[in-house]
């Protein structure tokens, strides 16, 4: 796709440029591609007649469809943020419904916050690999990002703590099976990543889209749930520095865009005003629609989804365990969408993308693409959450074979 | 509503402020007030019929609402990109859907082409007065505002020649009824800016939300339009400087908050990439549902929204002509829904506000909010959109009442 120049931009539009992800999505069209490369819900798995209910309800009664396609308040429907402060509530964090701004989408919270807080040249922490839609959307305000590498439990602490002596705006990361490693900070982790954020008063961004799709272990406490412990704590210094990002995109359908922001409310009486300037609200009838299904079917959503993909990822991980070279390692997430691949070096995630599309239909995303800093080429993400089980282990065949060979061809050179 | 600071926040939304009409739209609620403040459309006139049928259509069917409700692309649906350039093309404007950009609401486009084009301190040129919203979303971006006052036919041309030789990023203005003085710039006044702008390469940003709500007289060609004209015309300079944004929330229904840019397809690159970077994508099925219904409603609702709206601009007309004292003057908008009150200096709009809520029971928007530079504070908007037209009359009636009594209690002081 060529980009001709437009005069007069401003920087940080002008150096926006197509993603990897972006142009791969058209090669999932294909149909005789297999692909791990789509980190999207399962459209199989919507709760289309609970949705199908919800919409008939609010269009047969005449009041409530003439409000649900009127302009509304830019802090969001109130009972959404109603249901969304008592989901918050069974989770451990207590907000009211001025703590919690509705969102188009978690993308759009994370845009938010990226503009509320980051002058050009300010400090973003984030864990290397990260999601690449916050990469994107952070580096338009042309920050300078500052990479922490991650092991089994999360941020590497002693590499966190020399980015926060940097005084950075915040730090972004996605606490439950992130996207794209599928790594799960832990308790541990979490209260020590907290306490350094409280000692150097660095604002902790948690992104937590995939919370609800645990396969096994215990739930962990957020940051949110672990901030509100620390604050009722004598002696504590009483800032609020944990901003919490939902969505309904993972567990409901992502075509409502419904996420939010839930942080203190000073913070949110801002972000509020911010909504106001850049699109004045979410759409009312979808927010309607959103907080009828969260409220009939979330639960039940959430038992069914982790039915379903907790069988693909058992799939996948038995596929990788079975067939891939010893030489490649991989993670084993509690939960989410995703497994992180790492080569040997040498080899290159976007070179073995383009071989793997050729020569054996097969597809995923070269894992370059999620850091904000110097990309690690030899790693790559799969994504288990479409496709049958057979198709997964056929692709995953497919891919351990060409890797394989490879990696013989190399050893051979 | 107070706002304790939240540390480390950027300039552009730590001097985020709400908005009078934020405030004012509290006063709408109470049904003993009659309230000429709220500039939106009479939900009584929304095509619920249409809109019912279309969701119907849409959810009947297990494979159009699995994509309904998946992810979609940023650019938007390409049935409604082509619908639009359908409209575009019935209004003298040739555009492909290359060249068009769904937003979230006309509001996301502004904040949008604001986030393209302004670096902090960059000329932006306003109306005078000009769309609150406007005002606001630029402003997050420090531009410097220039403000060029309006005669009958639109903005000064000695003053806005002034203004492009300061060499700003663009020109917004509201070309058809502006919100929120009811103007509509002439067509020899539109010839005269475009060529301007293309003697001094600045962009015209045309908001175009009330084009199709023209009461009387004949459509006068947008700037998109007539550009295109200028283009065919040998020995001109070939670039393409007008941005035309639209929306669907003025003609069928605000809530599927769907807008759009038609503009140069070098910059509609980009912008698309902002979306995406931004929230990814408007809302899939609020995309079908507004493809749908414009399809089949688009035409017989500009039909039936001329002739009410037509009918509430009259009333307020002719109880203005009849009731109002001669010191007060008014504009005589050919459609849209706003008329402009100018006071005799003295009269303030913010004050006269408060009497006319707490005497008289009558709400107005006071015209200093609508000035990006010094306001005019002896002015005020009345929308005529919303209400019967035997309220509209007795809410002029008292109006005008009120502002005989000040006036000559002005006179005797």
């Known amino acids: 796709m060529s980009h001709p120049s437009f005069p007069g931009l401003s920087q940080g539009v002008s150096e926006l440029r197509a993603s990897e992800i972006r142009e791969l999505l058209k090669l999932i069209a294909r149909p005789e591609i297999i692909s791990f490369a789509g980190g999207i819900p399962d459209p199989a798995l919507f709760p289309l007649d609970a949705i199908g209910k919800a919409y008939q309800a609010v269009l047969q009664d005449q009041a409530a469809a003439r409000d649900a396609f009127q302009y509304s308040i830019s802090e969001g429907y109130p009972p959404l943020r109603e249901w969304i402060t008592g989901y918050l509530a069974r989770n451990g964090i207590t907000a009211t419904s001025e703590e919690v701004l509705i969102t188009s989408g978690a993308q759009q919270a994370l845009d938010f916050i990226g503009r509320a807080f980051i002058e050009p040249g300010d400090g973003v922490v984030m864990t290397s690999p990260s999601y690449l839609g916050a990469i994107q959307v952070f580096g338009t305000y042309r920050p300078t990002f500052i990479s922490v590498p991650m092991d089994d439990e999360g941020a590497v602490l002693s590499e966190l703590e020399a980015a926060f002596r940097k005084q950075p705006k915040f730090f972004y990361l996605t606490p ?43 739930r962990i406490p957020s940051f949110a749930a672990l901030e509100g412990e ?55 009838i979808n927010q309607m629609i959103a907080c009828e299904i969260a409220k009939s079917s979330h639960a039940s959503q959430v038992e069914k989804l982790r039915k379903a993909y907790k069988e693909r990822r058992d799939v996948m991980l038995e596929a990788l365990e079975r067939c891939l070279p010893k030489e490649v390692r991989y993670t084993h997430p509690d939960g989410g969408m995703f497994i992180w691949l790492e080569f040997p070096e040498g080899i290159d995630g976007t070179e073995l993308l383009a071989e793997a599309v050729k020569d054996i239909q097969v597809a995923f995303v070269p894992g370059s693409a999620f850091y904000a800093t110097e990309p690690k080429r030899n790693t790559a993400r799969l994504a288990f959450s479409l496709g049958e089980p057979e198709r997964i282990r056929e692709g995953i065949e497919r891919l351990a074979a060409l890797l394989q060979n490879k990696l013989r061809a190399n050893r051979a050179a």
Chains 1, 2 share one sequence.
């Open 230 to 284: 620390y604050l009722q704590q004598p002696g504590n210094d009483g800032r609020r520095l944990v901003i919490y990002v939902g969505s309904l995109s993972k567990v409901l359908t992502p075509a409502l865009r419904i996420g939010w922001i839930c942080a203190d409310p000073a913070l949110i009486n801002k972000l509020v005003l911010l909504k106001q300037a850049s699109d004045l609200h979410c759409s009312t």
């Open 176 to 218: 439950d099976f992130c996207n794209p490693a599928g790594i799960t900070t832990s308790l541990a982790r979490r209260r020590a990543i907290l306490e350094l954020a409280h000692r150097y008063g660095v604002a902790i961004l948690e992104d937590c889209p995939y919370e609800e799709l645990r396969y096994e272990n215990p």
